[in-house]
């Protein structure tokens, strides 16, 4: 009797799990009746009819993320490379990701791979780093066209590492020494030539200011010169003026032909102290017909203020 009851206990709890589903918040079910396809369950509780309905598939909703491991490529300018990177998908059909493919996440990985060799043959190792975002925007477009009948969804990937041989890095390393000392002396050049721009600026300045200053100097020296010959006239002018104004007056015209008499004495006297021969008596006759002159026109005047006296 107690085999019997627990034989119906058994029963009823195998009737009862193959009744009632639950389907947590971060999966749908794919129920199917009979063996096809029924309908798919989304987060909540079910009944099922035992038997008939079974749960055949579970698909994770949330997003994934597949690790792809790394692998040998060989870029355009033929170096070896071991590449990996990550993948990040999400399951949009529950259907399609049951019944179109047997393994998406496998499918996804070995697709990501291929793809991947297959981009990186078509750019040099230096535009891997370079365009790494341009290397993952088409790998995503490949996968995500070939993944659409999957029913899954190529949000983005990336690539994680880039690994090249030993011997490409020490190949890299002394391109990259040359590269900066090729920079280096571009940069030396191009201060020293700006260094001598700069000198020669200087220097055609600094002859500029010099040619500007001696024409302003000839300049200021012509401007004095001229501002002396015109007070000269000027001067020689008011002398003349003054000497004519004086001969009209009492006593000067005898005034002034003393004053020759001294000038051509001096004069005179000048040019024989420079020369190198001395005459004695030089143009005495002259000398004296002049002193006679004055004398006789003095004795005339003193005549005639004595008679008029």
Sequence with gaps: MLSMYSAVILLICFIIFKTIIIVSERENVIIERLGKFHRTL?????????????????????????????????????IQVDIDGLIYLK????KKASYGIGNYLAATNNLAQTTMRSEVGKITLGAIFSEREVVNANII??????????????????????????????TLEKQMEAEREKRAEITRATAEKEKLINVSEGQRQQAINVSEGEKQKRINEAKGKAEGIKMIAESTAKSLTMVGESINLEGGNEALKMRLVDQYIDQVDEVLGGGGVSLFPANLASLKGIVEELKGSNSAKKGAAHVEG
């Design 42 to 78: 989304t987060p909540g509780i079910y009944f099922l009819i035992p038997f008939f309905d079974s749960a055949a598939y579970k698909q994770e909703m949330r997003e994934q993320v597949v690790d792809i491991p790394s692998q040998s490529v060989i870029t355009k300018d033929n």
């Design 141 to 170: 477009g490949e996968i995500d066209k070939a993944s659409d009948p999957w029913g899954v969804k190529v949000l983005r990937y990336e690539i994680k590492d880039i690994s090249p041989s030993r011997h490409v890095i020490d």
């Design 91 to 94: 399951v949009m059909d529950p």
